[in-house]
């Protein structure tokens, strides 16, 4: 893992692990890349990250099936007042079309968004 903190406002980091099995794991990726930004300034807070996943077996046995993906999250949130945040999360906005675990995708891209009110 690696971070760099470039000014008072923006960050990056990355990581990597490498997972050796002799034995097949379900949902355990054998590659896992991430590298990520964030910007802060004043009341808003944006942060983004784009992971690679390689090897990852959604299922094992006799016929071992691997999937490989890309994924791309993004989070805002801006601060309105001292007590009120509003926030709005993409994820997979890429829309990869991907399984963890066998017969069970994973949705395609997704936004939310909410508020958070803070007593």
Known sequence: MVAYRINAYWSVDANYSFLHMENPVIAAPEH?????????????????????????????????????FVLWNLRGLFSATKWLDLWLRGENLLAQKYEINAGYPMPRATVIGGININF
């Open 32 to 68: 896992k890349l991430y590298a990520g930004g964030s910007f802060t300034k004043e009341r808003w807070n944006v942060s983004t990250g784009i992971q690679y996943i390689g090897g990852l077996y959604t299922s094992v046995g006799d016929n071992p099936v691997m999937e490989n």
